[in-house]
């Protein structure tokens, strides 16, 4: 069975930055969470192990702690309100803040490869924190894309996930 990856967002059309800069799950106004819907793409009636997801990853200041990337079913249109839905179908392992440079860096989230996915499946993919110190001037960003070739994207904030766009 063929394996896959996931890209979250591309930095060929970078137009900004969405800003992580709260623990998952949050109460507040900061961001915990960045998701993009898509479509999966692939040979007619294949399926797919999913291995990894890539996002294009800053930090600013001193944040701590762990992201992960998490796959869930989608509810809305793919291209215009699409938002996760449910409990996490996959989880990544956790990648260490730490790790973060001060520029844009592509970083894979690798999956133990038990998920299958299937052309034409249609999924949300987010980056999360999972825990650690964020606030303040210590915040992650992310690649936001002008031209999203899967989907929308957007934020899960104050206890909800929110399409932006």
Not at 35 to 60: C, D, E, P, T
Not at 61 to 85: C, E, Q
Not at 123 to 144: E, F, M, P, R, S
């Amino acid at each position: 069975m063929p394996e896959t990856c996931l890209a979250g967002y591309s930095f060929t059309h970078y137009i900004g930055n969405v800003l992580l800069g709260a623990v998952h799950p949050s109460q507040g106004a900061y961001r915990s969470a960045v998701y993009q819907a898509f479509k999966v793409n692939g040979l007619s009636g294949a399926k797919y192990k999913l291995k990894r997801a890539v996002f294009y990853l800053k930090k600013a200041g001193s944040p701590t702690g762990h992201l992960k990337a998490v796959l869930y079913n989608m509810t809305g249109d793919r291209m215009a309100d699409a938002k996760p839905i449910g409990l996490p179908l996959a989880t990544s392992e956790l990648v260490d803040i730490a790790n973060l440079g001060a520029e844009h860096y592509p970083r894979n989230f690798y999956f133990d490869g038990s998920y299958e996915v299937e052309t034409d499946d249609e999924y949300c993919i987010a980056v999360l924190v999972n825990d650690g110190a964020l606030g303040g001037a210590n915040v992650v960003l992310t690649a936001k894309g002008g031209t999203l070739v899967n989907g929308v994207y957007g934020t899960y904030a104050e206890g909800a996930w929110i399409c932006e766009g």
